[in-house]
């Protein structure tokens, strides 16, 4: 699909939906794909810069495409989204500093007085976290946890 595309250089980013053994494309994009995935997730775990080599194929330059063995490395992005089945106004946002010391990046897309409602995409979600480690699976998920009760968010 990517060479049918004619996009034979760079960076591309597809979804896809497995339904009832059934493969659907659902996008498929010449660019990385959101939420920091291709901007820090991915050099994280393979020491491969994308926006670093994306630069360098832009002039003209060779990119550096040596890739690290990435099986002593481990990342989690969650997304951060409410059972809420109405509309509910936010009466309070707040997130202990802790957070700082157990992800690599959070964002909270909202706060008090926001409109809310159930997430139907990445522009509606209330926010993520991204957790990088270098020492076990357990301690992403441990650290996830942990970051996920720092974060309080009261609705009407």
């Known amino acids: 699909m990517i060479h049918c595309l004619g ?14 053994n ?22 994280y775990l393979s020491e491969f810069n994308t926006n670093e080599n994306i630069i360098k194929l832009s002039l003209g330059l060779e990119p550096q495409t040596k890739i690290s063995d990435y099986h002593n490395r481990f990342a989690v992005l969650d ?10 106004m936010v009466k309070k946002v707040e997130v202990d500093d802790r957070i700082n010391t157990l992800v690599n990046e959070y964002r909270i897309n909202i706060k008090k007085g926001d409109i809310i409602k159930q997430s139907r995409d990445s522009r509606t979600r209330v926010g993520h976290l991204i957790i990088l480690s270098d020492q076990s699976p357990e301690d992403v998920k441990t650290k996830l946890n942990e970051a996920r009760s720092l974060i309080k968010i009261q609705y009407e």
Do not use: M, Q
């Open 7 to 20: 996009l034979d250089e760079g960076i591309t980013h597809a979804e896809y939906k497995i339904y009832e």
């Open 22 to 43: 059934e493969v659907y494309l659902i996008e498929i994009a010449a660019r990385g794909a959101g939420t920091n995935v291709s901007g820090k997730i991915v050099p």
């Open 79 to 88: 997304f951060i989204n409410l059972e809420i089945k109405h509309e509910r």
